[in-house]
């Protein structure tokens, strides 16, 4: 009650301040948009219901399908390639330097408390600051064991009430990240198993292995609902949500096949949903093309600060207030490596129609390939062989050892399956998004643009560790940042 | 007519989807259980595991299981705090087969593990730690492996996987050669290891090999991961040479510590054995001699446990103490001047084949219990499948500690007997026959059969715990020691390896 009452002076005393939103960042992991709202069969009730009072984006991407990647890149606001986070940070992948300007730099200076629940994971940690996190070492980490998730919430309650300024508190989930466990504490109170569900759409392969992943897969996205109801009933409660911006985001796709580690739909693609507390706006869809790079120049625009000018990205902002926002005609992604078995360097443009994805390195066979049948997904090239069609089949082998271009119809072929690079009829399409890959390659200092590069690169990390790949550093900052002059300072 | 059919066939489906919903109704005790995830092979609880395996420490060495002499805080504290078995066992009462068992949960006669100084690791039988690595762990070690010969110019060769993806190898702190991390270490900061032995006769603790193996278990228990971790933290110590760094000998009151189980008689009957190698020779220390060999021998130890501390504290502060589960053990003991004899060797004396046993994980485990059954160091590999939620390959010949651990069953009780073998016949020569023995021990009685010899040994263990007298020929033991042959032999043979299954009836 004391601290109700003091909270109050101080906000008296503190005076009108312009009132800039508070910003509540959920970030679940290893998820597509494979919920209720984007039309999964399952039901998402509370991140439908965040939908219906926010803006649903219908074509959301990260820049690379990797947990670390896809962070140091939203808190950024840069491509991997340009921060150097190119790797997981348990594999020791960091950016190439600590003074890269994020979002928690720049909220913090503006005077917001900045808080983080769950997993950073991204190297160097001190290049982010967090004026508060929870004292359980459980909740500081990626907790894949999925201990004391109704912690989460109130640690985040106790943040959120005790915050006198606006806050920042970015919450990190761990749902779905492998192990696809099918019931923690009770959530969800239904598993569903194989017989439930079909497999994941882009896989194209549906035997009972692969729905029995799918359905796991599902029960994992049903408990993660389940907490973000919990999270926004406990913003209600604080009576802070009327000035509060809830962003929610999945960090990449299903650890699935086809999916996280991949330039594919399932390794990209992700849902976004931003409802601001300030505004009543109605259920809205926006089906323009947007990235997670957008999320810190919105963040910037959401706290009134200026957006400097070398990010890649844009804020979202106008689409927030109920405007057209910029249309992006072609958006980037890319691929260097996750852990040290499967490094595959990959650069990729989509339009609204195609994508294009550059295997740099076609003479070498993709490690992780076998790697994730073998270790991650545990299926082998014998079950896609009899549960496949042989098209499907054929492309599935053509993983391993890609030809230098893919070039995909979305509209015709969604899966990605149809590799139209060397058909005659779309040879055009083919020039067109070859040269605006390489025109946002030159634009954003790509040091892979040298094949060489990417190539020693991929030699280091192949090279890198023992026998049993110990985790010692890869040495790629001596090739792609030499002069530490990849972003330009704002 | 073909939109009939699809329409059929719907109607089919349907029927099907009902009948195997009810059926699952029925099942939905099982969730979890049988839906586990098939990426992560581990138990969603599965602990780090923390395996402490010091090298050639007897059994009564630590101070809250009665060693009122050494200083040893930390260890007292995993006794009060975990589970102690009082009666556990080394499978050979020497490195190579002793850690080829422990680490494979098989006698070394089974995996053809059986020499120290083995041309190479024979892969019959996988490491736990390779399981473990193949289920989601990432295992690290410091110190030794000592599977295979490990000689300076002739460096171990690891088997083809042994699941270690941080391997800071050091055979032993004196040892020559490049394979040795530990010298080299010290060697780059411009410390010559060897010069300081030379000079002051031991290395100083900042420098020690047990200091640089808990250096190294710290880095890795520092690194940040999203996975469970095995730490194997071999140190050499205390193994002979008996040279502790000045400081920690200067503890003890040489004059007021006991002396080892010894006496006069020792010299002849013990004596008997002289020609089965290798073992050091019965003689008669003086009691200075006696003494300061015990204090040198536990002060390395003191040294261990002063380093345990810091490792447990880096758990404690990187937030992993609650999650990890921590064995103490030692691959076999040394006779310490027990009946004249020193190190280890073809010899099955309590001092060389009973080693500590600690487990400590107050978090699930059992607390301050200590347990009289008679344990192999071979259970350990099915305890750690069992806690971690591993299958357990029906060859495996050790048996899980968990019911023990976890409280469930009388601590007392576990296996009717303990077996210890020693093939090692490396460095014939014609003066003396090689070594072939194995031990058989009950709760009563040790036997102990030198193959290929007349004599063996029969020791009363609650007549003669010190095992002063050998009762082989004794004819009121005769019907005894007929009986305890029998159940060797049996247990001997049915550890035989006896090669691939049967597939068909002939």
Known sequence: MFQIILSIFIAILSGPEPERPNILFIVSEDNGPELGCYGAPIKTPNLDALAARGVLFEKAFVPQAGCSQSRASFLTGLYPHQNGQIGLATWKYSMYEQDIPNVTKSLHKAGYTTGIIGKLHVNPEDAFVFDWQPEDVDLRGSNFKRKKLNKYISEATAFMTQSHKPFYLQVNFPDAHEPFLPQVDGVPTRPLNWQNVEALPYMEINDSTLRQQTADYYNCLMRLDKYVGDLLDALEKTGKSKNTIVVYIGDHGADLLRGKRTCYEGGLRIPMIIADGRSNSTSKRDSNMVSTLDLYPTFLSLAGLKIPEYLPGVSLEPSLNGEEGEVRKYLFAEYHTHSNHDPYPQRCVRNERYKLIHNLLPEVENPGFNYTLDHVVQYTENDIRKNADSTIWKAYINMKKPQEFELYDLENDPHEFNNLADASNHLETLELMKSKLLEWQKQTNDPMIDHEIARKVFDAINTTGTREKERTMVPYFDWMYPEKMVWKRP | ?506
């Open chain 2, 1 to 506: 007519m073909k939109s009939i059919l699809k329409y059929c066939l719907f109607i089919a489906i349907i029927g099907c989807c009902r009948e195997i919903n009810a059926q699952k109704k029925i099942n939905q005790t099982d969730v979890g259980k049988n839906w586990d995830a098939p990426f992560i092979k581990v138990n969603n609880d599965a602990p780090n595991i923390l395996w402490i395996c010091t090298d050639q420490q007897r059994w009564n060495t630590i101070g809250a299981l009665g060693n009122p002499f050494v200083k040893t805080p930390n260890l007292d504290k995993l006794v009060k705090e975990g589970v102690s078995f009082n009666y556990g066992f080394c499978q050979a009462p020497f490195c190579t087969a002793s850690r080829a068992s422990f680490l494979t949960g098989m006698y070394a006669s089974t995996i053809h593990a059986t020499k120290n100084g083995a041309a190479e690791w024979p892969e019959a039988a996988p490491l736990i730690t390779k399981t473990l690595k193949d289920a989601g762990y990432e295992c690290g070690l410091a110190g030794k492996l000592h599977l295979s010969t490990a000689m300076a110019n002739r460096p171990e060769k690891r088997p083809v996987d042994d699941g270690y993806q941080v391997f800071h190898y050091s055979h032993s702190p004196y040892q020559g050669g490049n394979s040795n991390e530990y010298i080299r270490h010290f060697k780059e900061k411009g410390i010559d290891i060897l010069a300081l032995k030379q000079e002051l006769g031991y290395v100083p603790t900042p420098y020690h090999q047990t200091t640089w193996c808990a250096d190294k278990a710290i880095d890795f228990i520092k690194e940040k991961r999203e996975w469970p971790w095995l730490f194997s933290l071999n140190f050499y110590d205390p193994h002979s040479p008996l040279d502790p760094p000045q400081e920690y000998l200067d503890r003890y009151v040489v004059d007021e510590i006991w002396n080892p189980a010894f006496r006069d008689s020792d010299l002849k009957e013990k004596g008997v054995f002289n020609e089965v190698m290798f073992q050091s020779k019965p003689r008669k220390y003086t009691e200075s001699e006696q003494k300061l060999m015990l204090a040198k021998y536990w002060a390395q130890i003191d040294l261990i446990d002063e380093n345990l501390g810091r490792v447990i504290t880096a758990l404690e502060a990187t937030g992993q103490l609650e999650n990890t589960m921590i064995i103490f053990t030692s691959d076999h003991g040394d006779m310490t001047g027990d009946h004249g004899l020193i190190n280890k060797g073809c010899r099955f004396y309590e001092g060389l084949v009973r080693v500590p046993l600690i487990i400590w994980y107050p978090e699930k485990f059992a607390q301050n219990l200590q347990s009289d059954a008679l344990v192999e160091l071979i259970d350990l590999v099915p305890t750690i499948l069992d806690v971690t939620g591993l299958p357990k390959d029906q060859k495996l010949q050790g048996k899980s500690l968990l019911p023990i651990l976890t409280g469930k069953v009388d601590a007392n009780v576990h296996k009717s007997f303990v077996r210890s073998e020693f093939y090692d016949e490396g460095m014939i020569s014609k003066n003396h026959l090689y070594g072939f023995a194995t031990m058989f021990r009950t709760k009563e009685f040790k036997l102990v059969s030198y193959h290929g010899h007349e004599k063996g040994e029969l020791f009363d263990l609650t007549k003669d715990p010190d095992e002063f007298t050998n009762l082989w020929d004794d004819p009121r033991y005769t019907e005894i020691r007929f009986k305890l042959l029998k159940q060797s032999f049996d247990a001997t043979v049915f550890a035989i390896d006896t090669g691939p299954e049967k597939l068909g009836r002939y």
